[in-house]
Nanobody, 115 residues
């Protein structure tokens, strides 16, 4: 089992920035992929960005150069810049173990962009 603890959500005005962090604990194996997804009301969960243990990153189309992702061995950070109202959603940390084909999710953290 892998446990994920998220931090850093909140409210921000349009054009502002937020940083989300996630720490993993438990049975951590290599290789793995850690990242962030988000889900807005009435919409499906979608990829924001992820990064594997080798540092290879993958971004969803929504990012458009505004977000960056970085990680250590057991944590991942999402830096979000130039936020707009469409970024309002619950953001979920994700841990993917491709060997065991197991997916783990954090409880989610709310990000609200509003003036």
């Amino acid at each position: 089992q892998v446990q994920l603890v998220e931090s850093g959500g909140g409210s921000v005005q349009p054009g502002g920035s937020l940083r989300l962090s996630c720490a993993a604990s438990g049975k951590i194996f290599v290789p793995n992929i850690m990242g962030w997804y988000r889900q807005a009301p009435g919409k499906e969960r979608e990829l924001v960005a992820d990064v594997d243990n080798g540092g290879v990153t993958n971004f969803g189309n929504i990012v458009k150069g505004r977000f960056t992702i970085s990680r250590g061995n057991v944590n991942v950070t999402l830096q979000m810049n130039r936020l707009n109202a469409e970024d309002t959603a619950v953001y979920y940390c994700n841990y993917w173990d491709p060997t065991a084909r197991r997916n783990y999710w954090g409880p989610g953290t709310q990000v609200t962009v509003s003036s």
